[in-house]
């Protein structure tokens, strides 16, 4: 068993900050990608930032110049820092990890998500 567990979401205001964090747990041998994906009511599930384990990193074009992603090989976590937040930034963030377990099958991997709102 794989778990992701995500922290960090919140209410902020418009052009605030918030820090996401997830952590990887369980019969792990090794990530591939680790991701960030949200989802707005009424919309589709979509990308928002990913890095490999080599450190590649994939951002939406929304959320370029804006958001960073970082994650710790060492530790299994993946962060995500928002910054110049927008109320279309409004959704619930998802973490995912390509995931290799001890096993070795290959998992994709979701967390619980965690809801970011921010107010105009």
């Known amino acids: 068993q794989v778990q992701l567990v995500e922290s960090g979401g919140g209410l902020v205001q418009a052009g605030g900050s918030l820090r996401l964090s997830c952590v990887a747990s369980?019969?792990?041998?090794?990530?591939?990608?680790m991701g960030w994906y949200r989802q707005a009511p009424g919309k589709q599930r979509e990308l928002v930032a990913a890095?490999?384990?080599?450190?590649?990193?994939n951002y939406a074009d929304s959320v370029k110049g804006r958001f960073t992603i970082s994650r710790d090989n060492v530790k299994n976590t993946v962060n995500l820092q928002m910054n110049s937040l927008k109320p279309e930034d409004t959704a619930v963030y998802y973490c995912?990890?390509?995931?290799?377990?001890?096993?070795?099958?290959?998992?994709?991997?979701w967390g619980q998500g965690t809801l970011v709102t921010v107010s105009s």
């Open positions: 890095v490999t384990s080599g450190g590649s990193t």
């Open positions: 369980g019969s792990i041998f090794s990530i591939n990608a």
């Open positions: 995912n990890a390509e995931v290799r377990t001890s096993t070795l099958r290959y998992l994709e991997v």
